[in-house]
């Protein structure tokens, strides 16, 4: 008599890294094909600096040149919509239109989607940096150590972290269709008054109180002070306003999650 031998089904356990990095491949060439998002994030840092900092590379504002200043400046303001527009943007469509939910019913593990969309924000902003370096080195008289330009570099690139948080927040609670919208209702605001724009210095005195409670303030005064341009305050007191930012962003984030968790059973 036969007997027959049943093979116990042993679970493929799936790799988590490479899930996430082609998550991230992904996520990195989609947005990259989206005009929309991948000529503006980098042209508009980018015109702004042609028009102003090499135009007016010789005037100096308080200890630097104008060419070195607006690197800082202006590389604030890309990391800024690299990061709000990659993230809110890209989160608030794929929640309306249901591709979020197609993500949930697969085996991907939650923190990869989300990774992604971090990793691909900071590729852009850490894109938008060096082309604002070389621009200033190549036409605008800009002299930074190699060291001081990694540093920037990777202080704006660690910077875009908490407005990739607050993104998330804002993909959360906006509309597929109204996202932008509602994202420049708070980048381009929260720019001007934190002297992205207009140098501090310039800015009316109830607008730079204004803009001490601003994110895109500390982060702007992190890289300046890696210029000798700083406005005064402490390196751990700046660090310190950004995480908190990110922490109240990304409990803004949950909450969003939770409700539509809720919402679809």
Same mark, same amino acid.
């Given at each position: 008599?036969? =007997? ?17 990095l082609k998550e991230t491949k992904y996520e990195f060439l989609k947005?990259?094909? $989206? ?5 503006? =994030? ?7 600096? +042609?028009?102003? #900092? ?5 005037? *100096? ?5 104008? /060419? ?11 990391? @800024?919509? %690299? ?6 943007? =890209?989160?608030? *469509? !794929? ?5 979020? !939910? ?19 924000? @900071? ?5 938008? +940096? ?5 621009? #200033? ?10 060291? +001081?330009? =990694? ?7 660690? #910077? ?8 998330? %927040? ?19 605001? @929260? ?19 204004? %803009? ?11 890289? $300046? ?11 751990? /007191?700046?660090? !310190? ?9 990304? #409990? ?14």
């Open positions: 008599m036969a =007997t027959t031998v049943i093979s116990p089904v042993i679970p493929i356990r799936p790799n988590v890294f490479r899930i996430c947005c990259l094909r $989206l005009p929309m998002y991948s000529v503006s =994030t980098i042209v508009f840092p980018i015109m702004f600096y +042609v028009l102003f #900092g090499l135009v007016m590379g010789r005037q *100096s504002i308080g200890n630097v040149s104008t /060419s070195t200043y607006l690197i800082a400046a202006y590389g604030t303001f890309g990391v @800024m919509g %690299a990061s709000l527009f990659g993230t809110a943007a =890209t989160l608030a *469509s !794929e929640r309306g239109f249901g591709w979020l !939910e197609v993500k949930k019913a697969t085996p991907m593990p939650p923190f990869a989607y989300f990774l992604a969309k971090v990793v691909m924000s @900071m590729i852009f902003s850490a894109t938008d +940096v060096v082309l604002l370096l070389i621009l #200033g080195t190549a036409f605008g008289g800009v002299h930074l150590p190699a060291l +001081v330009a =990694t540093k920037l570099l990777l202080t704006l690139v660690a #910077g875009s972290l908490p407005f990739c948080a607050m993104g998330l %927040a804002i993909g959360y609670f906006a509309g597929p269709t109204s996202a932008p919208a509602f994202i420049n209702v708070f980048y381009l605001p @929260m720019s001007f008054c934190s002297g992205l724009w207009i140098p501090f210095m310039f800015l009316p005195k109830l607008v730079q109180k204004i %803009a001490i409670l601003l994110p895109p303030f500390h982060l702007s005064q992190l890289a $300046l002070g890696l210029v000798g341009a700083s406005n005064g305050g402490a390196v751990r /007191s700046h660090w !310190e306003a950004l995480i908190g930012f990110a922490m109240i962003c990304l #409990g803004i984030a949950w909450a969003g999650h939770r409700r539509d968790r809720k919402a679809n059973g």
